[in-house]
T-cell receptor, first 112, second 114 residues
Framework: AQSVTQPDIHITVSEGASLELRCNYS??????LFWYVQSPGQGLQLLLK??????LVQGIKGFEAEFKRSQSSFNLRKPSVHWSDAAEYFC??????????FGAGTTVTVRA | DGGITQSPKYLFRKEGQNVTLSCEQNLNHDAMYWYRQDPGQGLRLIYYSQIVNDFQKGDIAEGYSVSREKKESFPLTVTSAQKNPTAFYLC?????????????FGQGTRLTVV
């Protein structure tokens, strides 16, 4: 069975600073990896996904993520954070039976 | 516009009662999912369905039941057997062209037991 670990529960970053959110996965086959963002009381929106090819993936809102098979990681990055990036971020892994499993999430606070 | 509609947005239930959460999608997606979200625990999978009239238990199915009689609909019943049902519930759907397809989410239903 697949699983996802997001080691950081909460990250605080200054506006304009860079952001990196960590994600480690466990899955026996080729992973299908996703990052989602959630605003309070809302559903989730897809930021980006990886399933093959270039290990550096570009997403919406200026986010990117890098797949590293040797480290079983799929970390999310943004070079310069805006106040509107304050939200909860979820990493997820998909399996061949369409079961989609999520990490516990990382809450990002942006300070002025 | 295509999307997923969950209703109601807020739901209050007395202890010992069953309650059904609605999830409807007009995206023509084959697969649908129910997740439960609690603070600090992320999204935990309750049930998922890849096709009409078939569904599988997720990681925390005890105390829940589902049906999938129509492609567009995947209602979730929270039964009285669920010990701690107060939570935020999210419904999602995906195509089944491959496991790399994006999941689309509804806006959620917040269930509170009173």
């Amino acid at each position: 069975a697949q699983s996802v670990t997001q080691p950081d529960i909460h990250i605080t970053v200054s506006e304009g600073a860079s952001l990196e959110l960590r994600c480690n996965y466990s899955y026996g086959a080729t992973p299908y990896l996703f990052w989602y963002v959630q605003s309070p009381g809302q559903g989730l929106q897809l930021l980006l996904k990886y399933f093959s090819g270039d290990t550096l993936v570009q997403g919406i809102k200026g986010f990117e993520a890098e797949f590293k098979r040797s480290q079983s990681s799929f970390n999310l990055r943004k070079p310069s954070v805006h106040w509107s990036d304050a939200a909860e971020y979820f990493c997820a892994v998909g399996a061949n039976d369409y079961k989609l499993s999520f990490g516990a999430g990382t809450t990002v606070t942006v300070r002025a | 516009d295509g999307g997923i509609t969950q209703s109601p947005k807020y739901l209050f239930r007395k202890e010992g009662q069953n309650v059904t959460l609605s999830c409807e999608q007009n995206l023509n997606h084959d697969a649908m999912y129910w997740y439960r979200q609690d603070p600090g625990q992320g999204l935990r999978l309750i049930y998922y369905s890849q096709i009409v009239n078939d569904f599988q238990k997720g990681d925390i199915a005890e105390g829940y039941s589902v049906s999938r009689e129509k492609k567009e609909s995947f209602p979730l019943t929270v039964t009285s057997a669920q010990k701690n049902p107060t939570a935020f519930y999210l419904c999602a759907s995906t195509r089944t062209e491959g496991p790399n397809t994006e999941a689309f989410f509804g806006q959620g239903t917040r269930l509170t037991v009173v």
